[in-house]
T-cell receptor
Framework: AQSVAQPEDQVNVAEGNPLTVKCTYS??????LFWYVQYPNRGLQFLLK??????LVKGSYGFEAEFNKSQTSFHLKKPSALVSDSALYFC??????????????FGAGTRLAVHP | DADVTQTPRNRITKTGKRIMLECSQT?????MYWYRQDPGLGLRLIYY???????NKGEISDGYSVSRQAQAKFSLSLESAIPNQTALYFC???????????FGPGTRLLVL
């Protein structure tokens, strides 16, 4: 079955420390992977994507993600967390749907809380 | 993303009422989508449209209908709202041949 798992409902980190938000996936074929962030009362904002190429992808606001094919993971990382990074983060993977359309499957989301 | 707007932003309605949520975009994208977000479930696809004449059901289309009035406008209707349709609804767009979707700010719907 095609799926995305974000094993942590919440991640807590102190400001200035590195952060990791985990994502694993299950999809047939080569994965297209995405990270989105949702701030309170805002829509989802695109952070970064992996389609092909370098396994380390750099995105907006200093975030990066590492694609690991053998572990079917696409963890989101940032070297030094900011309080303003506190938000809800969604991992998504492109998966076959119907009629030739490839839909996005979203994980349940991980709430990141960065403490001063 | 200010290029994708949704109205209303918040709505409270009663069971059995008809309600329409509207989405407009200025990104010039061909493709538009409606999702609902429920706590702990992520986003699920309701309907998607590749152009004005191409509308398709998503994973959870029962109880919903859509209308693509123009390339820039995609409306979602609940013909007879029920409480389990209480959710946060997002519209999204993407360009043909591009995989990244861009989301509106969402409409928070409460069905009493």
């Amino acid at each position: 079955a095609q799926s995305v798992a974000q094993p942590e409902d919440q991640v807590n980190v102190a400001e200035g420390n590195p952060l990791t938000v985990k994502c694993t996936y299950s999809v047939s074929g080569n994965p297209y992977l995405f990270w989105y962030v949702q701030y309170p009362n805002r829509g989802l904002q695109f952070l970064l994507k992996y389609i092909t190429g370098d396994n380390l992808v750099k995105g907006s606001y200093g975030f990066e993600a590492e694609f690991n094919k053998s572990q079917t993971s696409f963890h989101l990382k940032k070297p030094s967390a900011l309080v303003s990074d506190s938000a809800l983060y969604f991992c998504a993977v492109r998966a076959a749907f119907s009629g030739g359309y490839n839909k996005l499957i979203f994980g349940a989301g991980t709430r990141l809380a960065v403490h001063p | 993303d200010a290029d994708v707007t949704q109205t209303p932003r918040n709505r409270i309605t009663k069971t059995g009422k008809r309600i329409m949520l509207e989405c407009s975009q200025t990104k010039g994208h061909d493709r538009m989508y409606w999702y609902r977000q429920d706590p702990g479930l992520g986003l699920r696809l309701i309907y998607y449209s590749f152009d004005v004449k191409d509308i398709n059901k998503g994973e959870i289309s029962d109880g919903y209908s859509v209308s693509r009035q123009a390339q820039a406008k995609f409306s979602l209707s609940l013909e007879s709202a029920i409480p389990n349709q209480t959710a946060l609804y997002f519209c999204a767009t993407s360009d043909q041949g591009r995989v990244t979707q861009y989301f509106g700010p969402g409409t928070r719907l409460l069905v009493l």
